[in-house]
DNA sequence: TCGAATAGTTTCACTATTGAACTATATAGC
DNA sequence: GCTATATAGTTCAATAGTGAAACTATTCGA
């Protein structure tokens, strides 16, 4: 591929992107119970997903720094949405739950959440989604491994 | 495809594109100058690309309010990045400009940017890359219709 | 054992956001 | 023309998320 080409691929995927991050917030923010923000929800999705979690962790899959965290998980502690269990060996760490009002709230968004991107999908063959799948995974991957390789050269 | 299928595709997605948009946005992050945030540049390339702009026509683009986009709005004027420029026959319309300054940041960003894709686009053939893009194109067109189409409902 | 690393919190300043109240202007129906 | 009403944009107060720096508590390593 060309320079032209790719920078027109580039420019493209942005202008896609930008419409589609925006205009599907905004879309699920309207399902989103009135507990919960999209990013809380986010949280609470991931704790559900994996299990005890650190601060430390969910910064690193947030992208953001741990003080962030912090304000998150106190608000969601603070509805009863989750529970800090400490580490019995290593004082240092805390343990991230959901309680069930926590679990039964997302569960019940992602509910909402699956019935509205259907409706989407319908847009598409079952071939071209899952095609698009996979190279979107392979992106998520890419930009995960980007990420390790440059902590590795750092430590 | 049925249910089964259908719900473990929406998780699918709704992993890769949490995980895409966080990564990004962090690598975005780290491009931008100083003098701006990520809203404000996509709010400043729109702007470039799109010439005279009301707030009005942002905040649908953006999905969000229109105090919102105010608030951007000034910051940018602020920073001598945008200008105001009133429209002659209807005084209730101000058009958004890019200024000279605010043009030429949004372009050095945009070329960071560009370099930076163009690694993770080097994980995919070009087939690969221009069937992804036409399918995230779609993805975008079908959420705009969407929303057009329950704007005419209300309206 | 002491100094460095780590986990997490607090605080501060800032951006983005909503929603409601508000100003100013334009428009449509009578 | 006059008056309702609609529209464009701003202001204000409240809230969430964020980064950076300082801080506490704990663990680890030389």
Redesign the interface.
């Known amino acids: ?1 060309d320079t032209e080409q ?2 027109k ?2 420019d ?16 699920t923010r309207d399902l989103l119970p009135d507990e919960l923000t999209l990013d809380q929800s ?1 949280a609470l999705r991931y704790l559900r997903e994996n299990g005890c979690t650190t601060s430390s962790e969910l910064a690193e ?4 720094g741990k003080s962030s965290i912090t304000a998150i998980v106190t608000r969601l502690s603070d509805k009863k949405l989750i529970e800090r269990v400490p580490d019995e060996k290593d004082r240092r760490v805390t343990y991230l739950k959901a309680t069930s009002e926590g679990e039964r709230l997302t569960r019940q968004f992602d509910s909402r ?2 019935e509205l ?5 319908s ?2 063959t ?1 071939d ?6 996979e ?6 991957a ?3 491994q ?2 390790e390789r440059s902590e590795s050269e750092e430590g």
Not at 61 to 64: A, E, H
Not at 128 to 133: C, D, M, Q, T
Not at 135 to 140: M, P, T
Request: with cysteine; hydrophobic share 55%.
């Open positions: 591929m790719l920078s691929l580039i493209r995927y942005l202008e896609a992107s930008f419409t589609v991050n925006r205009r599907l917030s905004a879309l986010f899959v947030f992208c953001v959440l699956e991107l259907c409706q989407y999908l847009h598409f079952d071209e989604a899952f095609g698009f799948i190279l979107y995974e392979r992106l998520a890419a930009l995960v980007a990420r």
